[in-house]
């Protein structure tokens, strides 16, 4: 069966918006074949709701580094890996070959003040012009200080950083530091590996892309992958960003985005993988974060005339982003970053502003923007969190804590519900309206209660 990479996905899909057919996607699109690991009983009398019962909104940014134009410098190199293919025989040379920084501000800016978090890609080595934890050549040293900097300031409040692996073109030889050659489908990372890898192996490459974003000052929960990067090893992938993200930075819940999850009928929600030692004080599991759309902002080259009103119309009644709100599924925005900035025209970014306006204006009651991170914990929280009744109430035992983690409890209680951790009772606050929903709150709806609280990590008991 044909197993399309993301890449192909989303050549497919702009082919068939530019020739006005249908969005839809073969099933295969998304394709997680990874076991699911452990799972605990969740008692029925408690449903685990969205966060604040509201639609999880992410935007994932792919393609994006300091300064470098990826797609100016990635295409001389798809082109000598695959002479024969006609999308990589484009005119390279007259695009720009810098995204400035003063882009980055102004997109930065634009979306803290509009509230839109996500995912934003650093390829560490970009296209083999530098190591950004050493020079970029091109640019000075300030320029690239700076550049991190502005990444460190102005986008971690509300961005992921990401490794798109280390050069998001050549596979790197860790023993070097230099590209594999001769340049083919099998030394490049949208392809590699051809052949079966272990889990060590493909640790070791993801935590030397990690690595450098370490010495870079930036924080990393979740890795990237770059095209079909993996495709072959798809269990081992899985396994290996946990143990690279745990081994470089520690983090207790890795995730990361490979699929993108665009047919009709596809779920958009997080897979949990892997997953370990639930009853015990080090719980692993890894959270697999797919997108929900294509790329219709202007292509991972930012050559294509952008198509935003494919994610939502100007009134937000129709496009994919719509689809899935109404729907009440997680709606995760893709693109790539030179489709963003658009060979300098800014029209990615400018229908970009168009479509989040729409959504906020319709339904900023019903969803909430979240880091991918975000959506990965809360639904580690959410499937994989214990849930018995007692008689002193229900007893939830997290094997990872949760901000705004939102239930709803079939009950007629006149009394505040509690919820006790230790010996810390917690009585929540009455709101009238779901739309003021937040932590440390609770609504009541006919014959049940909606409560929102931050769940701690372990056990809790619930009294409502």
């Known amino acids: 069966m044909w197993k ?35 799972r605990p009983r969740q008692d029925e009398g408690v ?20 300064l470098v134009n990826m797609g100016h410098f990635c295409m001389p190199q798809f082109a000598s890996a695959w002479p024969d293919r006609q999308q990589y025989k484009k005119p390279w040379k007259t695009w720009p070959r810098e995204i400035p920084d003063d882009f980055v501000r102004q997109f930065g800016q634009w979306c803290a003040e509009n509230g839109v978090r996500g995912k934003y890609s650093i390829v560490p080595n970009p296209a083999c012009v530098g190591f950004l934890d050493r020079e970029l050549p091109g640019w000075s040293r300030k320029e690239l200080k700076d550049s991190l900097a502005l990444v460190r300031d102005l986008m971690l409040p509300n961005w992921d950083i990401h490794p798109e692996m280390i050069t998001h073109t050549r596979v790197i030889d860790l023993s070097t530091g230099r590209p594999l050659e001769p340049a083919s489908s099998a030394t490049m990372e949208n392809s590699w590996p051809r052949e079966k890898k272990s889990v060590d192996e493909l640790t070791e490459y993801l935590a030397y892309a990690l690595r450098i974003l370490k010495n870079c000052g930036l924080p990393c929960e979740g890795v990237t992958t770059p095209g079909g990067f993996g495709n072959l090893v798809k269990p081992e992938l899985s396994l290996a960003a946990g143990e690279a993200l745990r081994d470089v930075y520690g983090v207790e819940l890795p995730h990361y985005f490979k699929y993108v999850a665009s047919g009709k009928d596809e779920s958009t929600e997080p897979r949990l993988e892997h997953v370990s030692g639930l009853k015990t004080a080090n719980p692993h599991a890894v959270v697999n ?20 009103q494919l994610y939502s119309n100007d009134d937000a009644t129709a496009g994919r982003m719509v689809e899935l709100i109404e729907r009440g599924a997680p709606a995760v925005m893709l693109c790539h970053w030179p489709g963003m900035y658009s060979q300098g025209t800014r029209e990615g970014f400018n229908d970009f502003k168009k479509v989040v306006t729409a959504l906020n204006t319709r339904f900023g009651d019903r969803t909430l923007w979240m880091k991918v991170s975000e959506i990965a914990r809360y639904w580690a929280a959410r499937k994989l969190t214990a849930i018995e009744r007692k008689a002193a109430g229900f007893v939830l035992d997290a094997p990872f804590a949760c901000e705004a983690f939102t239930v709803r409890v079939k009950s007629n209680r006149a009394r505040p519900p509690v919820v006790i951790h230790g010996a810390k009772p917690l009585v929540l606050n009455e709101v009238h309206r779901q739309r003021d929903l937040a932590g440390g709150s609770w609504l009541r709806q006919k014959d049940a209660l909606s409560l929102c609280f931050d769940l701690p990590k372990g056990k809790s008991t619930l009294k409502a």
């Open 47 to 66: 449903e685990v709701l969205h966060p604040r019962g509201r639609v999880p909104l992410s935007f994932i940014i792919d393609d994006s580094t300091c």
């Open 289 to 308: 974060v797919p997108a929900g759309t294509g790329d219709w902002f202007g292509g991972w080259d930012g050559d294509l005339k952008s198509r935003g």
């Open 4 to 38: 399309p990479t993301r890449r192909d996905f989303l050549k497919t899909s702009a082919a068939l918006a530019a020739a006005g057919g249908t969005l839809s996607v073969p099933a295969a699109a998304y394709v997680p074949e990874n076991p699911a690991g452990e």
